[in-house]
């Protein structure tokens, strides 16, 4: 019913750009919170950065100034783009999404990326 694909992950070297995108249908799209989560090796998943139905942003202290994140409603898409990777960057990237505030209840399959020294 509900179907949420990111794509876009890589192999890139450290200082290099990507962008994420994901993919939701089976909701109603602008409704919705939506948000990317990574999760490292040996780390807990945690949230990146989300935008609310009205277009708010908010971010990671840490990825903030690299990390921004963008909606298209029109598409049903939000997207990731990433400035400046860092090898700590990698993780598999999750986008997610919520119809109401409180837990982000639907879930993408993840999409890898690594950055290389």
């Known amino acids: 019913q509900v179907q949420l694909v990111e794509s876009g992950g890589v192999l890139v070297q450290a200082g290099g750009s990507l962008r994420l995108s994901c993919h939701a249908s089976?909701?109603?799209?602008?409704?919705?919170?939506l948000g990317w989560y990574r999760q490292a090796p040996g780390k807990q998943r945690e949230l990146v950065a989300f935008?609310?139905?009205?277009?708010?942003?908010n971010s990671a202290t840490s990825v903030k100034g690299r990390f921004t994140i963008s909606r298209d409603n029109a598409e049903n898409t939000v997207s990731l783009q990433i400035n400046n990777l860092k090898p700590e960057d990698t993780a598999v990237y999750y986008c997610?999404?919520?119809?109401?505030?409180?837990?982000?209840?639907?879930w993408g399959q993840g999409t890898q990326v690594t950055v290389s020294s």
């Open positions: 997610t999404a919520r119809r109401l505030t409180g837990q982000w209840e639907h």
């Open positions: 089976g909701i109603v799209f602008r409704l919705n919170d």
């Open positions: 935008i609310t139905t009205t277009g708010i942003i």
